[in-house]
């Protein structure tokens, strides 16, 4: 079995941007925009997080060339990684406020 992900405050910052999705994907730079976190940060806890179950990634499928920009890593909380993830965060903040100042 995988390891579980430790639920460090930027892991909770990206866990709550991917669940903000609902069943929509997300790219890698969403995250980046509405957790304010460095891509140094962010792409190893991405890691962290798929590696463990909690997301699922894909990359996009478009032509780079007519789009006129790079594909993008598309990801998705899986339903054991919103079980989770929502179990986690009720644990750390049982009275329902989380603050992530």
Do not use: C
């Not at 992900?5 to 730079?29: F, M, Y």
């Not at 995250?31 to 894909?58: D, M, N, Q």
């Not at 789009?67 to 919103?82: F, K, N, Q």
Request: aromatic share 6%; proline share 6%; net charge positive.
């Amino acid at each position: 079995m995988t390891q579980e992900p430790r639920l460090t405050h930027p892991t909770l910052k990206v866990l709550n941007a991917v669940l903000s999705a609902r069943d929509r994907e997300v790219s890698g730079a969403d995250v980046a925009e509405s957790t304010s976190l460095a891509s140094g940060t962010l792409y190893p806890i991405l890691l962290r997080l798929e590696k463990a179950g909690w997301l699922t990634s894909r990359w996009e499928k478009i032509n780079p060339h007519l789009e006129g920009r790079p594909r993008r890593r598309l990801y998705r909380v899986t339903v054991i990684g919103a079980a989770k993830a929502r179990a986690a965060i009720v644990e750390i903040f049982p009275e329902g406020k989380i603050s992530w100042a």
